[in-house]
């Protein structure tokens, strides 16, 4: 059972700039597939960025594009979500997710398998 951990959220003023991590507790996470998602205040969770299990491939939520990086250190079992010109709409409670199903990222949270337990972020205007 691969666990999840996340850090590095808290509260930021509109414009700055948050560097999210996730370790996995297993060497096997380097196959993994991963993916940050995000819940706001009654929203639904929707996906925020995936990256393939090289790194070579990424996808991004519109809504992020240009925005936010996704990257990985398989070396150190840790994804990464750098977060900058962030805006009040990104508050959310943001959770990092694997598979090692897919060889591609993949943007449908059906198919994660492992969640983290997520890290609040906080954006004031």
Known sequence: QVQLVESGGGLVQAGG?????????ERTFSS???GWFRQGPGK??????????SGGSTVYADSVKGRFTISRD?????????????????TAVYYCAGSGKYHVPITDRGRYDYWGQGTQVTVSS
């Open 32 to 34: 993994y597939v991963m």
């Open 44 to 53: 639904e969770r929707e996906f925020v960025a995936a990256i393939s299990w």
């Open 74 to 90: 398989n070396a150190k079992n840790s994804v990464y979500l750098q977060m900058d010109s962030l805006k009040p709409e990104d």
């Open 17 to 25: 700039s948050l560097r999210l991590s996730c370790a996995a507790s």
